[in-house]
């Protein structure tokens, strides 16, 4: 089975712009949720896709978007970047329904940099 | 909120057993206590999860106090591969499957 996979790993973009993140989900999961994670502390959710739908969203402003597709891969987008933006992003899979365990599988992350 | 409170690092030498503490005093009945792991330069990665009786797993082991205030993280022989954050997560039953409130967690480091 494969892993959560993101790209790109790494990426520099200045004050204004606009960049987008993708992820490929494990197989067979139906949910991705997003994370950013600024250095030396804990990730913070951004929000969750759930059969292409927005199911849930943490205190993040709306230039944080995101699409899920048809076949669960997901984009993160940020417009008017800023650089508090700068941070790790995380993706992460599961699969909705084994409540019990509620395991997250998490990809290794892009690394925005916002000058 | 995190609702959790962890040490912000912890020691241990490679081989001995690590017990990390996490206390979350305002846990509802209906919170699953979980843990993860975060290497580093690497995303996190599950570990253990538990409600009320204590769990094993290859990974680890999770002791669940009886009111369930806290709990511990045991590593049994820590390793260099165990350096890592650890974080302690309440989860509601039923709550948004991919929505995890972490703190700062504990950062573990492993002397040989």
């Known amino acids: 089975e494969t892993g959560v996979t993101q790209s790109p790993t790494h990426l520099i973009k200045t004050r204004g712009q606009q960049v987008t993140l993708r992820c490929s989900s494990q197989s067979g999961h139906n949910t991705v949720s997003w994370y950013q994670q600024a250095l030396g502390q804990g990730p913070q959710f951004i929000f969750q896709y759930y059969r292409e739908e927005e199911n849930g969203r943490g205190n993040f402003p709306p230039r944080f978007s995101g699409l899920q597709f048809p076949n669960y891969s997901s984009e993160l987008n940020v417009n008017a970047l800023e650089l508090d933006d700068s941070a790790l992003y995380l993706c992460?899979?599961?699969?909705?329904?084994?409540?019990?365990?509620?395991?997250?599988?998490f990809g290794e992350g892009s690394r925005l940099t916002v000058l | 909120d995190a609702k959790t409170t962890q040490p912000n690092s912890m020691e241990s030498n490679e081989e001995e057993p690590v017990h990390l503490p996490c206390n979350h005093s305002t846990i509802s009945g209906t919170d699953y206590i979980h843990w993860y792991r975060q290497l580093p330069s690497q995303g996190p990665e599950y570990v253990i999860h538990?409600?009320?009786s204590n769990v094993n797993n290859r990974m680890a082991s999770l002791a669940i106090a009886e009111d369930r205030k806290s709990s511990t993280l045991i590593l049994h022989r820590a390793t260099l591969r165990d350096a890592a954050v650890y974080y302690c997560?309440?989860?509601?039953?039923?709550?948004?499957?991919?929505?995890?409130?972490f703190g700062k967690g504990t950062k573990l480091s492993v002397k040989p």
């Open positions: 997560i309440l989860r509601p039953k039923g709550g948004s499957q991919g929505n995890l409130i």
């Open positions: 538990g409600l009320t």
């Open positions: 992460a899979s599961s699969l909705a329904g084994r409540e019990t365990t509620g395991e997250l599988f």
